[in-house]
T-cell receptor, first 112, second 115 residues
Framework: GDSVTQMEGPVTLSEEAFLTINCTYT??????LFWYVQYPGEGLQLLLK?????DKGSNKGFEATYRKETTSFHLEKGSVQVSDSAVYFC???????????FGAGTTVTVRA | ETGVTQTPRHLVMGMTNKKSLKCEQH?????MYWYKQSAKKPLELMFV???????ENNSVPSRFSPECPNSSHLFLHLHTLQPEDSALYLC??????????????FGPGTRLTVL
């Protein structure tokens, strides 16, 4: 079945540091890939998405590229802020399925 | 604000209580979902409704009972829960069709504590 594996946290960074969260997936066909973010005390918000190979999703300074050859969708941000402290979830949705398969989440803490 | 609201935001209940969680979406979507988020576990899909018909029930215990009276509202009725049911319960909605399935929009969740 479909599955997502993302790097375990927690990750602690200083402000303006570079952030990478690795995400790899297993799926049949051509899934859509997502990154969701959950700020403290809130639900999940869609951060970015990519629906086909080589697509790059971007939002709020975050980027992720859909790499079919390595089945990866790593999240990156060049200069993090304290406000980026949150839990980040990688997820996939198969092309013929309504289900979202989530990774376990990575907790990121950015210190001033 | 994602357009999906959930009430209450926090709920504490005893094992013999009956309570209900409510979700409302203001996005005109045709599918709604209940997820359970427990500490250190991936999100667990509990129920899916598409066009108000239940299409998925991932073997959730019968002490959880969903209800979807229309495409904008979703309830989760709770009865004789166990302490291990304590978690964050998230509602989501999406606009889907036979050709494509789109991203899900999540509510803020209800933090449930079972004593």
């Amino acid at each position: 079945g479909d599955s997502v594996t993302q790097m375990e946290g927690p990750v602690t960074l200083s402000e303006e540091a570079f952030l990478t969260i690795n995400c790899t997936y297993t799926a049949t066909g051509y899934p859509s890939l997502f990154w969701y973010v959950q700020y403290p005390g809130e639900g999940l918000q869609l951060l970015l998405k990519a629906t086909k190979a080589d697509d790059k999703g971007s939002n709020k300074g975050f980027e992720a590229t859909y790499r079919k050859e390595t089945t990866s969708f790593h999240l990156e941000k060049g200069s993090v802020q304290v406000s980026d402290s949150a839990v980040y979830f990688c997820a996939l949705r198969s092309s013929n399925d309504y289900k979202l398969s989530f990774g376990a989440g990575t907790t990121v803490t950015v210190r001033a | 604000e994602t357009g999906v609201t959930q009430t209450p935001r926090h709920l504490v209940m005893g094992m013999t209580n009956k309570k209900s969680l409510k979700c409302e979406q203001h996005l005109g979507h045709n599918a709604m979902y209940w997820y359970k988020q427990s500490a250190k576990k991936p999100l667990e899909l509990m129920f899916v409704y598409s066009l108000e018909e239940r299409v998925e029930n991932n073997s959730v215990p019968s002490r959880f009972s969903p209800e979807c009276p229309n495409s904008s509202h979703l309830f989760l009725h709770l009865h004789t829960l166990q302490p291990e049911d304590s978690a964050l319960y998230l509602c989501a909605s999406s606009q889907d069709n036979t050709v494509s399935y789109n991203e899900q929009f999540f509510g803020p969740g209800t933090r449930l504590t079972v004593l």
